[in-house]
């Protein structure tokens, strides 16, 4: 039996030599995909990238279970090839099946880096927001796949009938109701998590010491972070287009907030006066020279939240470098198990 490490490498070097004719001549890739609050890797055969931005995938952890139960690498790579190929007909399937009333309830909206999506927004509608658009998602399911979503192209509101302005209407609606904001504090995030902090020598009691930490940034909330997603942490920084999200966040602490975009999933939210401008750029660039993060990546930019003209503007000026563009590009979908 191989362990998983040498089992991932047999199956990138074979995979092709067992896929259905079907995909072919397709690219095979790896992803790094948010399921059950943690990031797993999945693989799948990308066919017709520059018309497509959904297709299916098999769970690399998935793959080996099977392994493990039958020790068959042929039989286990021939189920998966299948798999995606039934995944594109069930894609393919749904696609036919959407009408104007299904895209009205299960729209909701996503927000990406606009300067690394210029091919997808110019076939998708969308709305800006500082160095960000907001894009459109809708749900894609069937019989052989795992339910997830994919882009609302231009082709979809022309074959539905929807308009630009229903859609931004229902996924807004859709969004507030279906992905509820949680805002909660930096010292928050450690709960459950204790072994990998380290509080120095003279704490012995680590939870009771984390609870104090906790009550004092709710005491003193402009002395801490504040992270605002939402109840599912993932695709969460969409949170930050709600208004009232961010003027709950500055009720709270009484002043005018900077917002540090640091993944798709979240943000993170300061008082004004808690760092600089700049101290907060350099916290940002080290978050997204990060390797393992890009594919998170959302945006080089602060923004500064007024509370009176209850507005949001960037106030630094980073476009996006080269090793950002390396990065998977953070709108491709995926559906699997």
Not at 103 to 108: A, K, S, T
Not at 231 to 247: C, D, K, W
Not at 289 to 314: A, G, I, M, W
Not at 317 to 333: F, L
Request: charged share 25%.
């Amino acid at each position: 039996m191989m362990d998983y490490a040498t089992f991932r490498e047999a199956v990138l070097q074979n995979f092709m030599d067992y896929a259905p004719v079907s995909v072919i001549n397709g690219e095979l890739r790896v992803f790094q995909v948010g399921k059950d609050n943690e990031m797993k890797e999945a693989l799948s055969v990308i066919v017709d990238s520059d018309v497509r931005d959904t297709w299916p995938i098999v769970y690399l952890d998935k793959l080996y279970e099977n392994y493990l139960t039958c020790d068959n690498l042929p039989g286990v790579l021939v189920s998966a090839g299948n798999f995606l190929e039934q995944g594109y007909k069930g894609i393919e399937k749904s696609y036919q099946m959407l009408d104007a009333d299904n895209l009205r309830m299960n729209v909701e909206m996503e927000i990406v880096n606009t300067q690394l999506n210029q091919r997808l927004l110019e076939n998708a509608p969308h709305k800006e927001f500082q160095d960000l658009s907001v894009i459109y998602r809708w749900p894609i399911a069937s019989d052989l796949v795992f339910t997830d979503v994919s882009t609302v192209t231009n082709t979809i509101l022309e074959k539905t009938g929807v308009t630009e302005e229903e859609l931004y209407r229902c996924a807004v609606e859709n969004t507030r109701k279906k992905n509820k904001p949680k805002i909660i504090s930096i010292e928050e995030t450690m709960e459950g998590k204790l072994d990998k902090f380290d509080f120095g020598p003279d704490v012995a009691d680590k939870e009771a010491y984390l609870q104090q930490i906790i009550a004092d940034a709710k005491a003193n909330p402009q002395s801490t972070m504040w992270v605002l997603s939402n109840e599912h942490g993932q695709n969460g920084a969409i949170q930050m287009v709600y208004e009232e999200n961010l003027r709950k966040i500055g009720e709270m602490m009484k002043t005018d907030l900077y917002i540090v975009p640091s993944s798709r999933h979240e943000v993170i939210v300061v008082s004004d006066g808690y760092s600089s401008v700049g101290q907060l750029e350099d916290m940002l660039m080290d978050v997204n020279q990060d390797v393992d993060e890009r594919k998170n990546f959302l945006s080089n930019n602060v923004y500064h939240y007024d509370r009176t003209k209850r507005k949001v503007t960037v106030v630094t000026d980073n476009p996006v470098q080269e090793h950002n563009m390396v990065s998977p590009v953070i709108t491709e979908n995926r559906i699997g198990r």
